[in-house]
């Protein structure tokens, strides 16, 4: 094929031999021509080579053509397209991927109510904690001047956390205080649980250790550090008990208390308060003088010391 094309490009200057520069120069127009048509010609060979395939094959998602921005996409087939594309991707997120952990919540209320019968309240806590296997973690009276107080520190199960708190404020003649909380330990607890598989998994490397040990000094030294972990190990366990039993069961501190029959106002009222304000002035009052009382010989003391000073002094003088 070279020597046909040299004796061609040489018959083109007739008689006289063509130079290598002419002969160069010749070669590289017919290379350039040559290239320009593999150029123009394989790219139309393949868009009709992927036509053929899409025309062939049922998957929706073939490519018709490489040069995608010279083909107009209706707008209905581009949303159906998006539509199909999201349905993918969605169906292979799963809700464990979106949220590993659960979130651990220790929820927390205080209320303080009035009511008009503590006795009955009794009954009626008692009832409640056995319906919602709830239970009673403290439990208090108090009779302070003007009123009577009953409180409780009650556990009870979680899910049923509103509803408890529902059924205390109805008992109520007057809500005074209500307040709920919840605080979001999660970080703490699986904080907790990493470092405890963390733990475990270095006890059975040391007791895989203590197998291997051969002297008696290597033996006291894997058993103490197994010793440790061991208590490292139970010490995060209750850790993680405390916490589990404090989601599982949320805590209602609820005071209810019973206004004497004299006042009979709500604590809250202007004239209820003023009453209350004199009766601890008395009561200040009265804690001052017995207070006094108690410290009768410092008193004593003082007196002797006064007289003994002054008796000094009136002797100078003379």
Not at 130 to 138: A, E, H, L, V
Not at 205 to 215: E, F, G, S, V, W
Not at 264 to 287: H, M, T
Request: a positive charge; proline letters at 3%.
């Amino acid at each position: 094929m070279h020597n046909f094309l040299y004796d061609w490009c040489k018959g083109w200057s007739g008689s006289v031999p063509p130079t290598r520069y002419q002969i160069f120069s010749r070669y590289s127009i017919i290379h350039l021509f040559a290239g320009v048509l593999l150029v123009q010609c394989v790219p139309y060979s393949q868009e009709e080579k992927i036509k053929q395939q899409a025309a062939t094959s049922s998957d929706p998602e073939v490519i018709t053509s490489p040069r995608a921005e010279s083909y107009t996409i209706s707008p209905s087939k581009e949303r159906e397209d998006i539509s199909k594309i999201n349905e993918k991707s969605t169906s292979k997120i799963s809700a464990a991927t979106l949220n590993p952990y659960s979130p651990k919540v220790i929820y927390t209320a205080n209320l303080k109510l009035q009511v008009e019968d503590l006795k009955k309240i009794e009954n009626l806590i008692s009832a409640l904690l056995k319906q919602q296997q709830g239970y009673i973690s403290q439990q208090r009276y108090e009779q302070p001047t003007g009123r009577k107080s009953l409180f409780y520190i009650l556990r009870v199960n979680a899910a049923a956390f509103d509803s408890v708190i529902q059924k205390l404020c109805s008992w109520a003649t007057f809500i005074q205080h209500k307040s709920l909380e919840g605080n979001d330990v999660s970080r703490e607890y699986y904080d907790i649980e990493t470092r405890l598989a963390s733990k475990k998994s270095a006890l059975e490397q040391y007791k895989t250790i203590l197998q291997r040990a051969n002297t008696v000094k290597e033996i006291l030294e894997v058993e103490d550090r197994l010793r440790v972990i061991q208590e490292e190990i139970e010490a995060l366990q209750g850790q993680i008990r405390f916490y589990e039993h404090s989601i599982v069961y949320a805590t209602i501190y609820v005071e209810f208390y019973k206004l004497e029959a004299s006042s009979g106002l709500p604590e809250n009222s202007f004239i209820y308060r003023i009453g209350k304000a004199f009766l601890k002035g008395w009561e200040l009052l009265g804690d001052v003088i017995i207070g006094i009382l108690h410290i009768w010989p410092l008193g004593i003391i003082a007196i002797f010391l006064y007289f003994l000073v002054r008796k000094k002094l009136s002797a100078k003088k003379k």
